[in-house]
């Protein structure tokens, strides 16, 4: 079984930029569509952004122009670069396998001054 290893959370300065990387322990190539998804404190989990094997992607609305997501299928990690953070962003980030529902353990991103 694929695990994901989250990595690059932390605290930052609205404003401010973060990168969280994902690793997998194994071939993403052949995975259609990988995801960085965030659960706030009484909040659903909800869908950041999606990259497929084709390097085409989606945003959701309200991190569109701030964050970007990349893969390198070489070394088996999506990356997802946060720009202009807000504290809304404050959550705990997942990377998702989508093809085989994997989910790694999270890394907490606190925007805050």
């Known amino acids: 079984q694929v695990q994901l290893v989250e990595s690059g959370g932390g605290l930052v300065q609205p404003g401010g930029s973060l990168r969280l990387s994902c690793a997998a322990s194994?071939?993403?190539?052949?995975?259609?569509?990988m995801g960085w998804y965030r659960q706030a404190p009484g909040k659903q989990r909800e869908l950041v952004a999606q990259?497929?094997?084709?390097?085409?992607?989606f945003y959701a609305d309200f991190v569109k122009g701030r964050f970007t997501i990349s893969r390198d299928n070489g070394k088996n990690t999506v990356d997802l670069q946060m720009n202009s953070l807000k504290p809304e962003d404050t959550a705990v980030y997942y990377c998702?396998?989508?093809?085989?529902?994997?989910w790694g353990q999270g890394t907490q991103v606190t925007v805050s001054s």
């Open positions: 998702k396998d989508n093809l085989r529902e994997i």
């Open positions: 990259i497929n094997s084709g390097y085409s992607t």
């Open positions: 194994g071939s993403i190539s052949s995975v259609y569509s």
